[in-house]
């Protein structure tokens, strides 16, 4: 069995839009292979692959039988680097005498045997760039998913990197874009089919554990974090686009502003240019969104039918100016924009912050988890004498002090330490829920006022409100509780 690892760019499209790729000179001017294929998934029942992070697939084309095995990479957005082990082999029966330790040993057991999942039926079309050092294997696949009699469209486009230079993946993917509308894929195969299985299409998809280095550096402790906030939003950018729904739209917002939250706190390393350019644009795509989401909530909190019409007429307005947005070239592109700088960008070889890639990703989380409890410590004393926007300070930092707690919990394992890391992450959730809701309380009346919904304190006071001197005691609770917690980093 040969094993190698696998560099890729994944792009997703229309599947219409499919031909017109294949018609343009770029697939047609590179002789273009057209093949047929049909994918078998394998899995335990209980899902054993699915949890190991890994895929088995037997591939029928061309008459020929590969059998692959995959190292699935969530955390790195879309550009997937992963182990991959191909073999021939005579049927449709996996075989695992030369697979990888991690395959065998989950097979231990001969309790737990392997058996289909789910198909992947794919038209192929397959050719091979080459311009000086740099080849690139461009495929354009147009098929389905099925499982348990469901099925679902796939219309995507790979790069495999070949030879030479990453940059060059990306110069290709932005000719392509030039072509059709492409948007930045974050999904294998095999994790649609895993979809199909469950029966159902979730409307969003929260933040997912990230699987961290420990003796990784601070650059790849970044490029790790950065690609799993950005897997969140496209993920979520998806389904809001199929669905409009305000649970899609909150976990696209808040994978945006953990993407914003992890831009700076790197900041040291990553300042210049394309680091304003990236946090700029992702504020006004982020504010776009919470223009949405403010009045999700306050659809949900009152209770007077006059002023609900109105909300529910803004939001349709302020969605479909979201979508337009969205399908912007410019936003449409950002998401590909900024894996490419976070692959290839200048901040990876400037001289001036070579130190600061170099170390050790747990030493730099344990001075970046220090000093954000050493912000909220100070900014939330007497909390319950600081006004609304003092408040509002206490609540990004404690944001950005959970997210870095999330985005860090891989580097420290052990059951004593994952009971405190549980326990830290519940009391900053703690005081942001009771701020938040303060917060909500705030804004409310702005955006009655900004509809002109007049009576807004009497509409406020009628729904669903909330004791302000409650929702106080309780952030003053949650702030002390976090301030006498153990750090779980030491």
């Given at each position: 069995m040969?094993?190698?690892?696998?560099?890729?760019?994944?792009?997703?499209?229309?599947?219409?839009?499919?031909?017109?790729?294949?018609?343009?000179?770029?697939?047609a001017d590179h002789h273009p292979i057209c093949r047929d294929q049909v994918s078998t998934y394998f899995d335990t029942e209980k899902r054993a692959l699915r949890a190991a992070g890994m895929s088995l697939r037997i591939r029928m084309s061309n008459g020929k039988r590969v059998q692959t095995i995959k190292t699935e990479s969530k955390a790195a957005a879309s550009l997937f680097a992963r182990g991959e082990w191909e073999r021939g082999v005579e049927d449709?029966?996996?075989?695992?005498?030369?697979?990888?330790?991690?395959?065998?040993?989950?097979?231990?057991?001969?309790?737990?045997?392997?058996?289909?999942?789910?198909?992947?039926?794919?038209?192929?079309?397959?050719?091979?760039?080459?311009?000086?050092?740099?080849?690139?294997?461009?495929?354009?696949?147009?098929?389905?998913?099925?499982?348990?009699?469901?099925?679902?469209?796939?219309?995507?486009?790979?790069?495999?990197?070949?030879?030479?230079?990453?940059?060059?993946?990306?110069?290709?993917?932005?000719?392509?874009?030039?072509?059709?509308?492409?948007?930045?894929?974050?999904?294998?195969?095999?994790?649609?089919?895993?979809?199909?299985?469950?029966?159902?299409q979730a409307l969003s998809t929260k933040a997912e554990p990230i699987a961290l280095a420990r003796d990784g550096d601070t650059a790849a402790l970044f490029e790790t974090v950065a690609g799993a906030c950005v897997r969140q939003f496209r993920l979520n950018e998806d389904r809001l686009l199929v669905t409009g729904?305000?649970?899609?739209?909150?976990?696209?917002?808040v994978g945006l502003r953990r993407l914003r939250s992890a831009l700076s706190t790197f900041r040291?390393?990553?300042?210049?240019?394309?680091?304003?350019?990236?946090?700029?644009?992702?504020?006004?795509?982020?504010?776009?969104?919470?223009?949405?989401?403010?009045?999700?909530?306050?659809?949900?909190?009152?209770?007077?039918?006059?002023?609900?019409?109105?909300?529910?007429?803004?939001r349709v307005e302020r969605y479909e100016g979201v979508v337009q947005m969205l399908g912007s070239p410019a936003v449409r592109t950002l998401m590909l924009d900024f894996v490419e700088w976070l692959s290839v960008g200048e901040w990876r070889s400037r001289d001036a912050t070579t130190e600061l890639r170099d170390t050790p990703a747990t030493v730099t989380a344990e001075r970046i988890l220090d000093r954000l409890r050493r912000r909220i410590k100070r900014r939330g004393k007497h909390l319950a004498g600081l006004d609304a926007h003092e408040r509002h300070r206490v609540r990004i930092v404690g944001k950005t002090l959970r997210y870095s707690a999330e985005f860090f919990a891989d580097l420290y394992p052990g059951k004593k330490v994952v009971h405190r890391h549980a326990a830290f992450v519940n009391a900053i959730g703690d005081l942001q829920t009771a701020l938040g809701h303060?917060?909500?309380?705030a804004s409310g009346r702005a955006l009655l006022d900004e509809l002109g919904i007049a009576d807004g304190d009497a509409i406020l006071a009628s729904g669903k409100k909330a004791d302000a001197k409650r929702l106080l005691a309780d952030a003053e609770k949650a702030y002390h509780a976090l301030i006498a917690m153990k750090h779980f980093w030491r």
């Open positions: 040969s094993g190698e690892e696998e560099v890729e760019l994944k792009l997703q499209l229309d599947p219409a839009d499919v031909a017109i790729l294949l018609d343009d000179p770029i697939f449709d029966t996996p075989v695992l005498d030369d697979a990888p330790p991690t395959i065998t040993q989950l097979f231990a057991d001969k309790d737990r045997p392997l058996a289909p999942a789910f198909q992947v039926e794919i038209n192929r079309t397959t050719v091979v760039c080459e311009e000086g050092s740099d080849r690139i294997e461009l495929v354009a696949d147009l098929g389905r998913a099925i499982a348990d009699g469901r099925e679902t469209a796939i219309a995507e486009i790979e790069l495999e990197l070949l030879d030479g230079s990453r940059k060059a993946l990306f110069a290709l993917a932005h000719r392509l874009s030039a072509i059709v509308p492409l948007r930045l894929g974050v999904q294998s195969k095999s994790e649609r089919g895993y979809a199909l299985l469950s029966g159902r729904s305000p649970a899609s739209l909150h976990q696209a917002r040291e390393m990553l300042a210049g240019p394309e680091f304003d350019r990236f946090r700029e644009e992702f504020r006004t795509l982020a504010n776009r969104l919470g223009g949405v989401r403010d009045v999700d909530v306050m659809i949900e909190k009152i209770d007077h039918e006059a002023a609900l019409e109105r909300l529910r007429t803004a303060l917060n909500d309380l």
